[in-house]
């Protein structure tokens, strides 16, 4: 005889079909998660694309590791941060004139939006400036 009496193997495999759904739902959900916290813009700021500021820079301290969300969230605890500036490579030297190469997740919080003569593009950084409300 067979090891599943009448209908017991149409109930494991209905199960595993509705295990795999969820398990497929729960890779969707992870994914938009991601898709979230690490490459959606930050609300209230504005992203200026290859652009950065001279001097300004809070602390004269660079973060390391961090995504968008996550230099946003340092500039929103800090009440004379005006905006940040994040790597993204733009094929760029990265040199900074004094702190090395700019790395990616490098974040730095700036006290001025001024973005006048900051070659953003040769120092492969974007400028998010907070926005006034």
Do not use: W
């Not at 295990?19 to 490459?39: A, T, W």
């Not at 941060?81 to 094929?91: P, R, S």
């Not at 900051?118 to 950084?125: I, K």
């Amino acid at each position: 005889m067979y090891p599943y009496q009448d209908n017991s193997i149409i109930i494991i495999f209905i199960l595993l079909i509705i295990c795999c759904c969820f398990s497929f739902f729960y890779i969707i959900i992870i994914g938009v998660y991601i898709y979230y916290y690490y490459y959606s813009e930050p609300d209230g700021y504005k992203k200026y694309s290859r652009a950065c500021v001279t001097g300004n820079n809070i602390d004269n301290r660079r973060y390391r590791n961090k995504s968008v969300r996550e230099c946003a969230k340092l500039c929103d605890e800090r009440d004379e941060c005006l905006a940040f500036e994040i790597y993204e490579d733009h094929d760029g030297s990265g040199y900074d004139g004094g702190g090395g190469e700019f790395e990616e997740g490098d974040c730095q919080l700036n006290s001025s939006t001024d973005r006048v003569g900051c070659p953003g593009e040769r120092y492969n950084l974007n400028l998010y400036v907070k926005e006034t409300r």
